[in-house]
């Protein structure tokens, strides 16, 4: 057959020689770089039990943030929606009502607020967007799940506990150097 | 006909006109901002003072400046006058003066507003505001009002424009809520809470500058900016019919007048039309609704040649169904 092009090398069988045919020592040079890996320092860790160190500023799971009462800080203002470059983040708004002061920090509270986390780059723009100092990014990371429904965190996931021990520590981020920037409201950044 | 200079640029102007007429006939940047005056109100403006100028020249026949910065808005031109506007660090600093005392009582609650997105205050205070508050001192605290069924006011963060006073003044017969106490203490409110029930109340949520005056069937639905603006109509036996309406999928959130390139309604709509049309098969659907790209709500809104094809595109089909 002619070949279509000249990058096609054509294959020869070659008869080997008795050194290649008795396959001892081409098995024995492969078992010794398979054995030599035994001693090799292993790259893997065993996960849920041992845990790499994470850098200061990683960006995980978001939390949203209850207030020192245990409100919820979040008032659905949307603009972690608008920040969000992947478009990841849903919410409906719904009103406060009497009695539920002690719920919600504001008027107006999320009754839904979703988060595809398939769609998520976790780039933060929500946590410099938040007014209220509502959603951040925390050290935690997404969990595997099964099927593609799970990974639409809803209020359930996202929003911390409203017990002491529940709370989501979120300082690890917000290094000092960051709170005094935040402080900052004239910057371009923080308005 | 009278020759203005504003910021430098020069336009001839019917007698009568006001300054801030004749800035808008000029258009662009040097437009002065205004709060409290509306073009389709009478006597309206004279308030807020946003709208302050310095006339650097009086007229041809006294060329003495004006002592004082003067309210663009109630201020006629006159022949050969020259205006300054941002071109005068007076001005500027006295505007700043003026949006910072605006701002003295106003709640930051912009993240619960509904009017956040297309509040006048919000732009004013974004160009011309400090970004701190010098006043320690609490701000007023009012309580929530429902005056009728569709309207919602918060008193605190009426800025005490009158425009809505005055939408019932010359809109309707019979106003029943107007300006009640003096200075610090004066409000917005009707005698015992009495509803305003007048078919056309709700033009005074689109006349209010800030969020003082909110739609109840809009309240907390949506973000101004993840509705989509269309331009519709219907055949109202009371109004022009010519309605906004703000979509979020298929659904009418939200109808409101049109605004112009000012912000102020172009013809009133009746509350027929405002409140109870929410489906959009009551409609006319024009096209996409022009928003100015500096604005927040033109943030994923296209008004290009695809959005106005598909609906030319559903036009033609149902003129072949009726048709056949």
Known sequence: ?191 | MAKVTIDGQSIEVPDGTTILQAARMIGGDNVPPAMCYHSKLKTSGGYCRTCIVKVSKGSDKDPRPMPKLVPSCRTTVMDGMEVQNNTSPEVLEARRGVVEFLLINHPLDCPICDQAGECHLQDLGYENGAAKTRYDFPRRKFNMIDIGPYIKMHMTRCIMCFRCVKVADQITDNRVHGMINRGDASEISTYIEKAITNDFSGNMIDVCPVGALTDKTFRFKSRVWFTKPMDAHRDCKKCSGKVALWEKGNEVLRVTSRKDKWGESEEWICNECRFEKKNIKDWVIEGPRHIDRHSVISLNHYENVVAKLKIDIAKQQKQLVDKK
Do not use: W
């Open chain 1, 1 to 191: 057959m002619q070949p279509l092009t000249n990058r096609s090398k054509v294959v020869v069988k070659k008869e080997m020689s008795l050194y290649e045919k008795i396959y001892l020592p081409a098995i024995i040079s492969g078992m010794m770089i398979t054995f030599s890996h035994f001693f090799r320092k292993k790259p893997t860790i065993q996960y849920p039990e041992q845990k790499r160190e994470f850098s200061g500023t990683y960006r995980g799971q978001h939390v949203l943030k209850r207030d020192e009462i245990g409100a919820e800080r979040c008032t659905a203002c949307g603009l972690c929606a608008v920040a969000c470059p992947a478009e990841a983040i849903t919410m409906i708004a719904g009103e406060r009502k009497k009695g539920e002061e002690k719920l919600y920090r504001e008027e107006k509270y999320a009754v839904n607020y979703e988060i595809n986390m398939l769609r998520c780059i976790f780039c933060g723009d929500c946590e410099d967007a938040c007014p209220k100092e509502a959603i951040f990014l925390t050290d935690r990371m997404v969990k595997p799940e099964n099927n593609r429904g799970s990974f639409f965190y809803g209020k359930d996931i996202l929003v911390e506990g409203v017990e002491k021990e529940k709370r989501i520590d979120i300082s690890r981020r917000q290094t000092a150097e960051v709170l005094e920037f935040k402080k900052h409201k004239e910057f371009d950044h923080n308005r």
